[in-house]
């Protein structure tokens, strides 16, 4: 079992930042990739990033490169994602999630590889 909590969320301006963070307990963090999440209104859930347990690989959805940047800190059981030059398309629930079906040299790009999630935090950038 994996408990995920994110946190970070909240409203900016466009243009501005903002660092997600989400912790994670239950089994060993480093043993199982993780990845970020999104859900606009309307709309349905897509990948944003994704992070082997390693933190040695990682993918991002075509429209966050260069914006969007994921990480991991294994030492604090924590994942983040660090959102810059934020623009109003971003709003929406960001979640992370945890798939412990790969090994920990594996990045997921599959999100029905994904089987643990968290509650979602909501981020809004104003124009």
């Known amino acids: 079992q994996v408990q995920l909590t994110e946190s970070g969320g909240g409203l900016v301006q466009a243009g501005g930042s903002l660092r997600l963070s989400c912790a994670a307990s239950?089994?060993?963090?480093?043993?199982?990739?993780m990845g970020w999440f999104r859900q606009a209104p309307g709309k349905e859930r897509e990948s944003v990033a994704g992070?082997?347990?390693?933190?040695?690989?990682?993918f991002y959805r075509d429209s966050m490169k260069g914006r969007f940047t994921i990480s991991r800190d294994n030492a604090k059981n924590t994942l983040y994602l660090q959102m810059n030059n934020l623009k109003p398309e971003n709003t929406a629930v960001y979640s992370c999630?945890?798939?412990?079906?790969?090994?920990?040299?594996?990045?997921?790009?599959?999100?029905?590889?994904?089987?643990?999630w968290g509650q979602g935090t909501q981020v809004t950038v104003a124009s």
């Open positions: 239950g089994r060993t963090f480093s043993t199982y990739a």
């Open positions: 999630a945890a798939s412990t079906k790969r090994g920990p040299s594996s990045i997921v790009t599959l999100t029905r590889l994904y089987d643990f």
């Open positions: 992070i082997s347990g390693t933190g040695d690989s990682t």
